[in-house]
């Protein structure tokens, strides 16, 4: 009897630990040489407005859809640091090559990049809503040897 209590207050444990942290393992260069292809974090998942500059962010990329539920398997999550939240100045880089007028990012948006310059970020796919965010990474992991 104290077994199968043991495990089910176990089970509940980790039930609530999946709900509130996932995992991702980074594919590619673009967060390079912050993480490296194949470094895996530990993500918080966040509310819309939980967010400050230097943050590193999972997210689904815009045209994608919003994710109906904060699985980090599906869909497939990028991964870039916040450059700029709603109410901040528009980096200039992001300005010239996204095309973007606005003095300020505006609400329920974020200004994303990558640590590589060639990063598939907001100079391409603009300002990244808020809802799209599924969670703010908390550490990292170092990749399994051989990975």
């Given at each position: 009897m104290r077994l199968l209590?043991?495990?089910?207050?176990?089970?509940?444990?980790?039930?609530l630990a999946r709900r509130r942290w996932f995992i991702v393992r980074v594919v590619g260069h673009s967060m390079s040489p912050t993480y490296a292809d194949g470094a895996r974090l530990l993500f918080r998942r966040?509310?819309?407005?939980?967010?400050?500059?230097?943050?590193c962010v999972a997210f689904v990329p815009p045209g994608f859809g919003v994710p109906a539920t904060a699985?980090?398997?599906?869909?497939?999550?990028l991964v870039k640091r916040v450059a700029a939240i709603a109410g901040d100045p528009v980096p200039p880089a992001f300005r010239v090559a996204a095309r973007v007028a606005d003095a300020v990012v505006p609400p329920g948006c974020l200004v994303v990049s990558g640590d590589n310059p060639a990063s598939l970020d907001s100079r391409h796919f603009g300002y990244?809503?808020?809802?799209?965010?599924?969670g703010v990474a908390v550490r990292n992991?170092?990749?399994?040897a051989g990975a």
């Open positions: 209590a043991v495990s089910a207050a176990l089970a509940v444990a980790v039930a966040a509310g819309s407005d939980e967010f400050s500059t230097t943050d699985d980090a398997t599906r869909p497939q999550l990244l809503p808020t809802v799209n965010v599924v992991r170092r990749p399994p």
